[in-house]
């Protein structure tokens, strides 16, 4: 099994930062990214940044130049940090995993259980 713990969320004026945190862990084998989505309520969850086995990163463009993910490999560990935030950011954030695992066979996604970022006005 694989787990996803998001940490780091909470409420911000707009502007101001926030850096979230996912740790992953259980019966991980290799990971080919790591990343982030995010949810408004009545909207479609949506990609906001990923950072690849590679190293490299990508962001959505509603982000790009504010936000960026970054990840740590040896502790299976991602980081979305936020900058400049609006309040058209207000959401839940989900951490995502791609990679294999001993509990299911072959190329899967799994998901953390999303934390709550809100910025006021």
Same mark, same amino acid.
């Given at each position: 099994?694989?787990?996803l713990?998001?940490?780091?969320?909470?409420?911000?004026?707009?502007g101001?930062s926030?850096t979230?945190?996912?740790?992953?862990?259980?019966?991980?084998s290799?990971?080919?990214?790591?990343g982030?989505?995010?949810?408004?309520?009545?909207?479609?969850?949506?990609l906001?940044?990923?950072?690849?086995?590679?190293?490299g990163?990508?962001?959505?463009?509603?982000?790009?130049?504010?936000? =960026?993910?970054?990840?740590?490999?040896?502790?299976?560990?991602?980081?979305?940090?936020?900058?400049k935030?609006k309040?058209?950011? =207000?959401?839940?954030?989900?951490?995502?995993?791609?990679?294999?695992?001993?509990?299911?066979?072959?190329?899967?996604?799994?998901?953390?259980?999303g934390?709550?970022?809100?910025?006021s006005?």
């Amino acid at each position: 099994q694989v787990q996803l713990v998001e940490s780091g969320g909470g409420l911000v004026q707009a502007g101001g930062s926030l850096t979230l945190s996912c740790a992953a862990s259980g019966s991980i084998s290799s990971i080919n990214g790591m990343g982030w989505y995010r949810q408004a309520p009545g909207k479609e969850r949506e990609l906001v940044a990923l950072a690849t086995s590679s190293g490299g990163s990508t962001s959505a463009d509603s982000v790009k130049g504010r936000f =960026t993910a970054s990840r740590d490999r040896a502790s299976h560990t991602v980081f979305l940090h936020m900058n400049k935030l609006k309040p058209e950011d =207000t959401a839940v954030y989900y951490c995502y995993l791609l990679g294999y695992s001993d509990f299911r066979e072959g190329l899967n996604d799994y998901w953390g259980q999303g934390t709550q970022v809100t910025v006021s006005s």
